[in-house]
Structure formats: structure tokens, C-alpha cells
């Protein structure tokens, strides 16, 4: 035990003193202030400021707005996904323990761009959340939608910082490409184009991409001389399995766990309303709520 502790100790001052990348750390939002203030700022307006702002207002209409922004997540999603499809990265890609290639030549050059960029989306991302505030959509602001945009924050930051490249590039790709269905599934809702019938089908492969960067995080951490630090695939690892569980329970609640209903004695499926009122085919059942009242 004291072995590995003082392995992780060793890894970890090799990241934070000798390995913080200056080719990356002056580039936009890397220094430490920055994604400390982003995360700050953020989270003061999901839960103070921005209900405050909105106290007194109506629902804005974004329609316009949200339109405009699920299409440029697309292209820059899409744009991101060529660009390390164009440059080779797809091919040389070791999948367990690629390490991180620090020289200067073009090619790892162009992957620390890569992870920036891919960063920089995530900031993006924190728009979802605005949105709903604006909105006063407050009910789709979960805590595991604001727990996934803050921690992807943290996650893409320390690899940009100080991981640009090697075995952690696998998240980036798969997510960017979930990405881009997610977001053309939000476009086609607020286009209103018809029915989503695929939505549940979205969070399964949301679900999917975790289970794969989990496989992939924790077979580096089996594999013996791993090239990539295993100290930053154990702090990756809890947040990626709580991913999992959040997602899965969301899944859950979604889309299986079933609503009360029964069929009454005249063959008409009866559920509960949300306001506690039970329906028969969608009208309201009288006789049953009448008793029911009897006894409030």
C-alpha cells in the first residue's frame, strides 16, 4: 500500500511541478484563474444571480437564438471532428497508454491545438445552461446537467494544461461525436420538425461513450509501464463511473421506470395526472376522484 502511495505521489508531483505544457499554458482560459473563475461565475449564476435576474421577468423567447447556437455546435463539433480525421490523428492513435508527444514538431503541434480547441467547446457547452435560465426552464436544470457541463470544465482544462494529447484524446473524439448528434436532435426539436422518436436512443449512447472511456481508462491503469500517468486515469476514473450511474439513472427514470396505471372496470387505462388527478384515456375520472375527495 505504501508502495503505491508513493507512486501516486511521485506521478502527481510529475504532472503539477515538471510536466505543465508550455506550449499550451499560455494559451486562452489555460491559466489556473481562468477555469477557476469560468467554473465561479457559472455557478453563481445557475444558483444565485441568474434566477434572481429572472425573478421578476418573463421567459425570454430564444428560438432564434437556439437555433443559431445548435447549428454552430454542429459545425464546430463537425469542424473538430475532421480536422483530427484530415490530420492523421484517427491512424496513429494508440488506443491504451498513447503517451503525450511535448516536442515541437507540427504534428504534436497540432494535436495540443486539437485538445485546446475541444476545451473551448466545453466553455461553450455552459450556453445550455444559460439558456435554460433565460428561459426559466429551471426543471431541466438537474444537478447531474450542471455536475457533467462543471466537471467536463475541470476534465478538458487538465488535459489541455498538462496532458495535451496521447491516451486521453479517445474522449475528446467519441464525445465530439456524440456531440454532433445530440446537437442536430435539439435543432431538429426547436425547428419543430416532428416527433423525436430516437431521443432515448441518444442517452443510451451517451451512456455507451462513458462505458468505453471507462474500459479505456481503466486498461491503462492494468497495464504495466504505462506511458500515460496512471495518477491523472485514477482521478478521471470516479468522475467517468458517476457519469455512468447519473446517466443511467436518468435513463431510468426516463424512459422504464413505468407510471401507475391500471385499467378500470370499464376497460379505460387510468393514470395520474401531475396535479394528482387520475385520467381515464386522458380525461379526467370523476367517480374515482369524487370518493377520493371524500377522504382529504
Not at 475541470?154 to 486521453?168: A, E, F, K, M, S
Request: charged share 15%; with cysteine.
Amino acid at each position: 500500500m505504501t508502495t503505491l502511495i508513493n507512486h501516486l505521489y511521485t506521478q502527481y508531483r510529475y504532472i503539477t511541478e515538471y510536466k505543465t505544457d508550455p506550449r499550451t499554458e499560455d494559451f486562452l482560459f489555460v491559466k489556473p484563474l481562468w477555469v477557476i473563475g469560468i467554473i465561479g461565475i457559472y455557478l453563481h449564476f445557475v444558483y444565485k444571480s441568474g434566477s434572481a435576474f429572472m425573478k421578476k421577468k418573463k421567459p425570454y423567447k430564444l428560438n432564434k437564438i437556439l437555433q443559431l447556437y445548435n447549428i454552430m455546435q454542429i459545425i464546430l463539433n463537425g469542424y473538430l471532428l475532421v480536422h483530427v480525421i484530415l490530420s492523421g490523428l484517427i491512424w496513429k492513435y494508440k488506443f491504451v497508454c498513447e503517451p503525450v508527444d511535448y516536442s515541437n514538431n507540427q504534428f504534436a503541434l497540432q494535436v495540443a491545438s486539437i485538445v485546446w480547441f475541444y476545451y473551448m467547446l466545453k466553455i461553450f457547452d455552459l450556453l445550455d445552461t444559460i439558456f435554460f435560465i433565460l428561459r426559466k426552464k429551471e426543471n431541466q436544470i438537474t444537478f447531474l446537467h450542471v455536475y457533467h457541463h462543471a466537471g467536463m470544465i475541470i476534465v478538458t482544462w487538465v488535459g489541455t494544461r498538462y496532458l495535451p494529447g496521447g491516451h486521453g484524446v479517445f474522449l475528446g473524439l467519441i464525445n465530439t461525436f456524440v456531440h454532433i448528434i445530440m446537437y442536430t436532435h435539439y435543432l431538429w426539436t426547436s425547428l419543430n420538425l416532428g416527433k423525436a422518436w430516437w431521443k432515448k436512443y441518444i442517452t443510451q449512447l451517451q451512456i455507451f461513450q462513458f462505458i468505453l472511456i471507462f474500459l479505456q481508462f481503466l486498461w491503462a491503469v492494468l497495464t504495466k509501464d504505462c506511458a500515460y500517468p496512471k495518477v491523472m486515469l485514477l482521478l478521471f476514473i470516479p468522475h467517468n463511473i458517476f457519469m455512468i450511474v447519473l446517466f443511467t439513472d436518468f435513463y431510468y427514470k426516463s424512459y422504464i421506470q413505468k407510471k401507475s396505471s391500471q385499467i378500470d372496470k370499464n376497460g379505460l387505462l387510468t393514470r395520474t395526472n401531475q396535479s394528482g388527478v387520475e385520467l381515464s384515456n386522458g380525461r379526467p375520472n370523476i367517480s374515482e376522484n369524487l370518493t377520493k375527495s371524500k377522504f382529504l
